[in-house]
């Protein structure tokens, strides 16, 4: 129990152009789904918390109109790059957080490493 | 402010036992998490501490102390897939996870 999925594994695009990368969560509803960025030989970075309906919560110094997240629905979430640069490239990680068992325990994606030309 | 701090490298032995320290202060806090993270890949759970005491899993064994504001990842009978970065991460208040730098773990033959 407790997968998440991420979608695509890795992308490479020219710079200027959008990115959407997809984190689903395979075998249980989450509420709560988080973005991370992590640069080489680094820690975590959380982008952004989005919960289900709302609005996603940026963190201090993350563009919300770059980094678009939408979490339509229990199971899924996405975060759009727009107009990327090559200082996005980066391995973003996305974590869901289960509304039933294991309510505090986040469970990663495999991670998108993106890469701009 | 919050902050987490835990050894930036290790090494250890193949076979031998292995304590990975993490200290942590928070604004509140609801428990503590370690993740194993292998290069290039995702963080993947390793364990969750919300009370005092030891936790053991297999190989792998978590401390909490609330008081202290401290845990360990024990790991036992190390084996070269161990290789990797260990991270410690606290759950704040707000329920927002406070993540250390990481421990990068070296296993010899």
């Known amino acids: 129990g407790a997968v998440v999925s991420q979608h695509p594994s890795w992308v490479i695009c020219k710079s200027g152009t959008s990115v959407k990368i997809e984190c689903r969560s395979l075998d249980f509803q989450a509420t709560t789904m988080f973005w991370y960025r992590q640069f080489p030989k680094q820690s975590l970075m959380l982008m952004a918390t989005s919960n289900e309906g709302s609005k996603a919560t940026y963190e201090q110094g993350v563009e919300k109109d770059k980094f678009l997240i939408n979490h339509a629905s229990l199971t899924l979430s996405t975060l759009t790059v727009t107009s990327a640069h090559p200082e996005d490239s980066s391995f973003y990680i996305c974590?869901?957080?289960?509304?039933?068992?294991?309510?505090?325990?986040?469970?990663f994606g495999p991670g998108t490493r993106l890469t701009v030309l | 402010g919050q902050n987490i701090d835990q050894p930036t490298e290790m090494t250890a032995t193949e076979g031998a036992i292995v304590q990975i320290n993490c200290t942590y202060q928070t604004s509140g806090f609801n428990g503590l998490f370690w993740y194993q993270q292998h290069a290039g890949e995702a963080p993947t759970f390793l364990s969750y501490?919300?009370l005092d005491g030891l936790e053991e899993k297999g190989r792998f064994s978590s401390f909490l102390s609330r008081s202290k504001g401290y845990s360990y990842l024990l790991l036992k009978e190390l084996q070269m897939k161990d290789s990797a970065s260990y991270l410690c991460a606290a759950l704040d208040s707000n329920y927002q996870l406070i993540w250390g730098a990481g421990t990068k773990l070296i296993i010899k033959p």
């Open positions: 974590s869901a957080r289960s509304s039933g068992f294991d309510a505090d325990t986040q469970y």
């Open positions: 501490n919300v």
